[in-house]
């Protein structure tokens, strides 16, 4: 039996969770419990605390408005407005997190973000946001004291929250970029993502056979939905620079996997959030493909993304068209019946229904309407793989919306603040 390699996911790691201008303000009230001890064997926390909590100057500063911002780039899977903010007894509200954002990242992780103000929530579900984005402001709602941000790590593969400082007593690496000095806050400057580093350059008629243990493993933690939710490269897909030789739509079809492997095109090989052309995430084995209007010499790239550590081998296909059809004054728009000027003018019988409507997807062009029939079979096969990936936890109260598979919100509580 052939064992499957796996590779761990890179992690992400965290910037401070309060913005530039209110980091001046902050100071951490208590950081998680390591049964008595915090990560530096102090005794800034106390029992039970499973995350981060960081003061910003009392009820005055809650009033001046403090910032959170997202430790990390991710996609939001849980968002609770609607709470009372002003707790000072800890034990307000219907949740013991209070109003709060929960954030899905690329390699697996969510962070949460706990207490804040009424109404400042700023982010809906399902929407991208990039590190450093406001999340909403500093408040005491839920099972709170007085004002902090309530900053928590859960890490799927521990079932459970973690510390992201590093210390003698924490056991576990710094998320923190830069975890900054005991009882101080972390620095500001966020995780700079890897790139793709492709592993190499396909062209017209190219035919590619892939091994499970190739350089470039397919296998990864990464999490990446559809291309409306992509969030961030972690590294280990395996990707593929596509050079056309040619103007015109190009083929990239996937088979002969024996996992769940993703499709993705991006425009380059930073591959961020606001990179993604193209996506094909059926969550089975079945042949996956995309078709991309591209240009002479302008190369994309192709990534296979092994979902949540799926590794296999797989066959890569690369066609290209001999040449886009003309929209605005070619004889077949009329002749066809296919529109006239901005028509399709192709002929799909031949190279699949796939690719039906998607003379319009052009390099560059992000428009979710431009994406035509494969984004919009990708988008709806994704949700299935949400809901498979997630324990279904999405809840009757009215404003609270959550897609994740983090367990219920614990109780959580912070003694009020000694300092100003
Ligand atoms: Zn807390």
């Excluded at 499709?263 to 990179?275: H, K, P, R």
């Excluded at 190279?351 to 079979?377: K, Q």
């Excluded at 949700?383 to 997630?390: D, M, Q, W």
Aim: proline fraction near 5%; glycine fraction near 14%.
């Amino acid at each position: 039996m052939l064992i499957g390699f796996v590779a761990p996911a890179l992690a992400q790691d965290y910037r401070v969770p309060l913005a530039d201008d209110d980091v001046q303000y902050g100071y951490p009230t208590a950081y998680k419990d390591h049964g008595g001890v915090d990560w530096a064997c102090g005794d800034v926390r106390y029992d039970g605390h499973q995350g981060t909590d960081i003061g910003i100057g009392g009820w005055a500063g809650m009033d001046a408005g403090r910032t959170i911002v997202a430790a990390a780039s991710g996609v939001v899977i849980e968002t609770l407005d609607g709470e009372a903010d002003r707790c000072d007894t800890g034990d307000c509200g219907t949740n013991g997190y209070g109003n709060h954002v929960v954030l899905q990242h690329a390699d697996g992780k969510t962070t949460i973000y706990g207490h804040m103000k009424l109404d400042t929530v700023a982010v809906a579900l399902g929407q991208v946001v990039r590190c450093g984005d406001a999340l909403g402001e500093v408040g005491s709602s839920g099972h709170s004291t007085g004002p902090h941000v309530h900053f928590g790590v859960w890490d799927p593969e521990a079932a459970g929250y973690v510390d992201p400082f590093w210390g003698d007593c924490s056991g576990e690496p710094s998320y923190w970029v830069d975890q900054g000095d005991y009882n101080g806050l972390p620095g500001t400057t966020c995780d700079v993502p890897p790139t793709c580093e492709p592993v190499a350059t396909l062209k017209c008629g190219d035919h590619v056979e892939r091994g499970a243990t190739d350089a470039g493993t397919t296998a990864t933690h990464a999490y990446y939905g559809a291309c409306s939710e992509w969030a961030e490269y972690t590294g280990d897909e395996t990707a593929f620079t596509v050079l056309p030789d040619r103007d015109g739509l190009v083929h990239i079809a996937m088979s002969g996997h024996t996992a769940d492997l993703d499709l993705f095109a991006v425009q380059s090989d930073a591959c961020d959030a606001t990179d993604c052309l193209a996506a094909f995430t059926e969550g089975d084995m079945a042949a996956e493909a995309l078709a991309i209007d591209g240009r002479q010499d302008e190369p994309f790239v192709v990534v296979i993304d092994g979902f949540r550590g799926a590794a296999s081998g797989f066959v890569l296909d690369v066609t290209c068209d001999s040449e886009a059809p003309d929209t605005a004054d070619s004889p077949a728009d009329s002749a066809n019946g296919n529109g006239g000027p901005g028509g399709c003018g192709c002929d799909a019988s031949g190279t699949g229904g796939w690719m039906l409507g998607l003379t319009a997807l052009a390099l560059g062009r992000r428009s979710s309407g431009l994406y035509g029939s494969v984004r919009a079979a990708a988008d709806s096969r994704r949700s299935s793989k949400v809901r498979r990936s997630a324990s279904s936890k999405r809840s009757n109260t009215s404003t609270l919306v959550r897609a994740g598979g983090r367990p219920a919100a614990e109780d959580t509580f912070s003694p009020t603040s000694t300092r100003p």
